[in-house]
């Protein structure tokens, strides 16, 4: 009985472990659209800016208001507006 129980939790263990292995994400960027952004204490002054979404495995999650910049080999840089 002791020996099954030992067993049963060493095999649960290794299956948590298992299913905690991380995955790579997909991040890619979605075509420019151009919106109106006014800004001022009055929002008097409105600027048109190109906004593109950032998908991470195929849900956008952020906007950007940058183009992206190459930082290294390994990743990118960009400029996030917050989802609304």
């Known amino acids: 009985m002791c020996r099954s129980m030992c067993?049963?939790?060493?095999?649960?263990?290794?299956?948590?472990?298992?299913w905690g292995a991380s995955k790579p994400h997909v991040i890619s960027f979605g075509k420019s659209t151009s919106v109106k952004g006014c800004v001022g204490p009055d929002e008097a002054k409105c600027l048109d800016l190109k906004v593109r979404a950032l998908y991470v495995d195929g849900r956008a999650k952020e906007f950007t208001l940058n183009p992206t910049h190459d930082i290294s080999r390994s990743g990118c840089l960009w400029s996030a507006a917050p989802f609304a």
Not at 7 to 18: I, N, R
């Open 7 to 18: 067993v049963f939790v060493v095999l649960g263990y290794f299956s948590a472990v298992a």
